[in-house]
């Protein structure tokens, strides 16, 4: 199975920072990577497919990148909604779908 | 509004069984693979089962295989998870998603979750 690392595990940054998540496979997913944000007793909500395109309705401000191994997530303004844990998904070799440990983002 | 509801989630002792079921509604059922994922309290996201459009192709995490049952009702827009022989370890949030597959898959949307507690 394919190991998905996501660093920081936790983060703490104010409104209006620049955040960067990042996850990395165990091989190469080419760019079979998606991300989700999770709010405290909230289903997943689907913010990125296919490692850089924007699912609809997601706000600009979030962004994703990579292939291969290596992939991030940016925020380029954070919002106070935006407070949540972030988790990301590969589909490049399935099953199963195996995502990140998640990355909790919280309000410094 | 594309949507998913799941019930049939509570407190079963280990051992025990029961299924969850997850309705559909706004989108063609019958169209798309269907997935269950849990999450245990506290922890990260683990996908459990999937199962074609037709029920052709089902697929197991190694945790739950054996033990666990996913079906679907197309005529009725609904997804199934028969649990089985239930242990602590399985207590968890389960949702329903929806799987697209374009270039990878992806689940969208997801249910709002059923909680299952296995105590005694």
């Known amino acids: 199975d394919i190991q998905m690392t996501q660093s920081p595990s936790s983060l703490s940054a104010s409104v209006g920072d620049r955040v960067t998540i990042t996850c990395r496979a165990s091989q190469s997913i080419s760019s079979y990577l998606n991300w989700y944000q999770q709010k405290p007793g909230k289903a997943p909500k689907l913010l990125i497919y296919a490692a850089s395109s924007l699912q609809s309705g997601v706000p600009s401000r979030f962004s994703g990148s990579g292939s291969g191994t290596d992939f991030t997530l940016t925020i380029s303004s954070l919002q106070p909604e935006d407070f949540a844990t972030y988790y990301c998904q590969q589909s490049y070799s399935t099953p199963p779908e195996t995502f990140g440990q998640g990355t909790r983002l919280e309000i410094k | 509004e594309v949507q998913l509801v799941e019930s049939g989630g509570g407190l079963v002792k280990p051992g025990g069984s029961l299924r969850l079921s997850c309705a559909a509604s706004?989108?063609?059922?019958?169209?798309?693979?269907m997935n269950w994922v849990r999450q245990a309290p506290g922890k990260g996201l683990e996908w459990v089962s999937s199962?074609?459009?037709?029920?052709?192709?089902?697929y197991y995490a190694d945790s739950v295989k054996g033990r666990f049952t996913i079906s679907r009702d197309n005529a009725k827009n609904s997804l199934y998870l028969q649990m089985n022989s239930l242990r602590a370890e399985d207590t968890a949030v389960y949702y329903c998603?929806?799987?697209?597959?374009?270039?990878?898959?992806?689940?969208?949307?997801w249910g709002q979750g059923t909680l299952v507690t296995v105590s005694s």
């Open positions: 998603a929806r799987m697209i597959s374009r270039r990878g898959n992806w689940f969208d949307p």
């Open positions: 199962i074609s459009s037709s029920s052709s192709y089902i």
């Open positions: 706004g989108f063609t059922f019958s169209s798309y693979s």
